[in-house]
């Protein structure tokens, strides 16, 4: 309980700006609550406490359209929004109301894993076999298997990997540094996080188009195994992936960080798709590696904008490898740590509604499903959502409810987001939807033309919102 504060010697804005000391005192206050003794259960005894916090304050969110309404109109957005001809690209758009309300490209999305096109293309191909869109709608735009044949092309036979981008962003040519290299990380290397999350995305739909009886390209699978060859190579003795890779040679640069872990689902998907051993071998000693991270509630160094802050995305892999490493083999102890992931997971994911001051969330608007990004950017980003497939499964294999509560509040909390467009908001349309949500005042950096502050972002990024689409076709594909 704090009665007063003071920041010193500055203010956290967000991770670019620090602001002027702030400070307020009580003079006279009374607080009430609880304390929680759990005198055995060490660091993980916190999942108990949050798990009785939400049963005491749980307040799901509420919204008025189907899921097959709202996928489909984000897949519209996608191809009239966000394909740009220009550029022969999908693209990031914003605005800036109140003076400019129509979405405007800014940037094309080039990347193929993390905030790139591998994000959309494993729904969009979802999206074609579960929904009423064909290949005509698409017109002129990429479709998800058009999206996937980019990334295959992109393999760099030299470093066994994949390059991060398929075309550059600048003029250096460069087709391994994308955005993130101006947070001085990572950069002329491969990074795990985009090439584990681009190889995660391709298995994923080759397995979900086996599933029905459909036909893939043999390269997809192909050039997947190619880099996890590289990688059951690299394999650290004691599991680790790494979190960078030299594009002249097959090396690690950087063995620090977990963002490494989305390897893990990688070799899982690939044995359950090739019955090959040394896939199962890796993934195994790797969920042994990355288990202790999630353990000790210390999951660090995963996207690359974060300098290496402890982060909520990494754990998203380690609960959907440990998952399907529980499908593959039946073994208690990865559904035990599939539940560790989950409540690690719950950590970041709000159980409970907020307050906060500005629009266009601080009416009608619930943060309960939403989860923080990091504590390096401490808003709600949608990424936490593709994870709900893999905690209603775990509440069907443990019986506990809890775990689909949690699922269903995420799935609740992403629908009444796509539900401010434009009324809320101010710009957009239905389907569309931002990156950025800030459950408290803090990190609200955006603002209106005016400068009142605005409590989300006037942006609409692919990668984010496609991470929406693929929770909904999830839950869709279960219907079917």
């Known amino acids: 309980v704090s ?18 000391p702030t400070s307020e005192y009580a003079l006279q206050a009374s607080a009430g609550g609880s304390v929680y003794l759990y005198p055995h259960g060490g660091k993980e005894a916190i999942h108990q406490m949050i798990r009785e916090e939400y049963g005491k304050r749980h307040e799901r969110a509420v919204y008025k359209k189907s899921l097959r ?76 298997e058009e999206l996937i044949d980019q990334i295959v092309g992109a393999y760099h036979p030299v470093s066994g990997l994949l390059n991060d981008l398929v075309a550059p962003i ?20 491969h ?56 594009t002249e040679e097959k090396k690690v640069l950087d063995w620090d960080g977990f963002a490494g872990c989305w390897f893990l689902p990688c070799m899982a998907y690939a044995y359950s798709l090739t019955g090959k051993e040394a896939y199962l071998a890796s993934a195994r000693k790797a969920e042994t590696f990355y288990r202790k991270y999630v353990k000790e509630l210390n ?46 997971e719950y950590l970041w994911r709000y159980g409970f509604r907020t307050r906060p001051e500005y629009a266009p969330v601080n009416s009608g608007w619930n943060a309960c499903g939403g989860s923080v990004t990091s504590i390096s950017n401490p808003h709600i980003h949608p990424m936490g959502v593709i994870a709900d497939d893999d905690l209603r499964y775990l509440a069907d294999q443990t019986g506990d409810e809890y775990h689909r509560s949690r699922a269903d509040d995420s799935t609740a909390w992403l629908m009444q987001n796509l539900e401010c467009y434009p009324e809320k908001t101010g710009y957009g349309r239905y389907g569309v939807v931002s990156e950025r949500w800030c459950p408290s005042d803090g990190l609200v950096t955006e603002r209106y033309s ?19 689409l693929e929770a909904l076709t999830d839950i869709i594909g279960k219907e079917v």
């Open 3 to 20: 009665i007063g504060y003071e920041n010193f010697p500055s203010t956290f804005v967000d991770k670019g700006n620090a602001g002027e």
């Open 450 to 468: 005016d400068g009142t502050p605005y409590s989300s972002w006037f942006t609409y990024n692919m990668w984010s919102a496609a991470n929406i």
């Open 191 to 246: 990074c795990a996080y985009n090439n584990g999350k681009a190889v995660h995305e391709i298995l994923k739909t080759v397995c979900f188009l086996k599933k029905r009886g459909k036909a893939y390209p043999v390269n997809w699978l192909d050039t997947c195994l190619k880099v996890l060859d590289t990688m059951c190579m690299l394999q650290g003795e004691d599991g680790n992936y790494g979190y960078t890779y030299s």
């Open 170 to 189: 600048d003029s250096s040519g460069s087709l391994v540094n994308g955005w993130w290299i101006w947070y001085h990380i990572a950069s002329d290397c």
């Open 299 to 344: 999951c660090y160094g995963t996207p690359m904008d974060t300098w290496k802050a402890v982060d909520e995305e990494g754990n998203l892999a380690f609960i959907r490898g440990t998952r399907l490493l529980h499908e593959i083999t039946g073994e208690k102890e990865y559904l035990e740590d599939l539940e560790s992931g989950a409540c690690y």
């Open 69 to 144: 309404e709202a996928a489909a109109a984000m897949v519209d957005a996608f191809i009239r929004l966000n394909w740009n001809e220009e550029w022969q690209a999908y693209t990031d758009m914003s605005c800036k109301p109140t003076e400019n309300t129509e979405l405007k490209a800014w940037r094309p999305v080039y990347e193929i894993g993390w905030t790139g096109i591998g994000e959309l293309a494993c729904p969009l191909v979802a999206a074609e076999e579960l929904l009423p869109v064909s290949r005509d709608s698409f017109g002129k735009a990429k479709t998800g």
